[in-house]
DNA sequence: TATTGTTATACTCTATAACTATA
DNA sequence: TATAGTTATAGAGTATAACAATA
């Protein structure tokens, strides 16, 4: 995930001048809503404004993005096979191995043969992995504060709340068959 | 932007077995706050199912990613030159050149040298590029809906808000500078 | 035959630098 | 000399297919 640092100042003007609209008593809510930009056009700068303020966190512990997310996945579950840890982390299979070559050799993981299966590799976050991993954690989480400072406390909660929702959905709940209407 | 269809199911279990905290009596909110996964970690999924429903729609109209939101730009702002456009989308002035050639060729935008400055060449949509854009707009809104729908109505309003308040932010109100302290 | 991990190849996207024509 | 637009080249990132070992 490269992101570039040119910023994204979206004209937030809306400029509907000839949309012949019939002019109904619209309340402010939803005439806010209809003039607000795309949810990707809103959510795409953000993220780009998280990972620029991650990087250089990564980057003074020597770890890429797709190692922190392993390590964060890692530290957070139980052992995986690399196979569902890569789907876990939405990477595929081989995308991945670089990245835990790089992570075993630094010592931030381990990987051992499964002795049942011998095929696969058991992995594990060290002590040592843990310990970056949350060190990183913690710098992170400080940069999202300035981040999260410019919402009133009750935003903050609610915009958190609601992201979690949202990002645990998967794209088979967002297809139109959840349409409660049958064609038959 | 390209993003991969593979499902990130992140896993939420944290586990802080061994994290020694001193047990005091924690808000749950705080709690809460403390437990979550990072923003990006979150808000990265969310942008994929967005681009995931928006591609379709896209493809149907036979418009890229790039190509909407340069028309998305021309319909909402003033005409721009090139470099301007670029900038305000966040790309680069030679990345959006294939775009706007495309966008020429299919009728949605119109290029005319600017008369003040024969370097430059203004840019303008299309009566049917307006056509296009809007109708895109209509189909992801609906998309949208689909999202939002899994939030209440108080959350939606509040996230939504929260999202334009944070995308309208430049890396520069970020940086550690921004704190009121002075090292002198 | 299917699956785990791996490697190799091709393809896409992006950044950078160079070029032209104007100013 | 600097700028707007363009083109070309190289590099990073990714997907896909193919492979060896094991089930």
Redesign the pocket.
């Known amino acids: 995930?490269?992101?570039?640092?040119?910023r994204a100042h979206h004209c937030a003007t809306v400029i509907f001048g000839h949309v012949t609209d019939r002019p109904g008593r619209r309340r402010d809510s939803e005439r806010r809503d209809r003039d607000r930009r795309d949810l990707a056009a809103m959510v795409h700068p953000v993220l780009r404004l998280l990972v620029a303020a991650e990087l250089p966190v990564l980057a003074a512990h020597d770890v890429?993005m797709?190692s922190y997310s392993v390590l964060t996945a890692l530290d957070d579950g139980p052992v995986?096979?690399?196979?569902?840890?890569?789907e876990a982390i939405g990477?595929?299979?081989?995308?991945?191995?670089?990245t835990?070559?790089e992570l075993q050799d630094a010592g931030l993981i381990s990987?051992t043969p499964?002795p049942?299966?011998?095929?696969?590799?058991?992995?594990s976050i060290t002590d040592e992995g843990r310990r970056v991993r949350r060190a990183v954690r913690a710098q992170i989480r400080a940069k999202e504060e300035h981040l999260l400072a410019r919402l009133t406390p009750a935003e903050r909660t609610t915009f958190v709340r609601a992201l979690e929702k949202l990002s645990a959905l998967s794209p088979d709940d967002l297809s139109d068959d959840t349409r409660p209407r049958r064609t038959d």
């Open positions: 995930m490269r992101v570039s640092y040119a890429s797709w995986r096979t690399q196979a569902t840890l890569a990477a595929d299979k081989t995308r991945i191995i670089g835990l070559d990987r499964d049942n299966d011998r095929r696969a590799r058991l992995l």
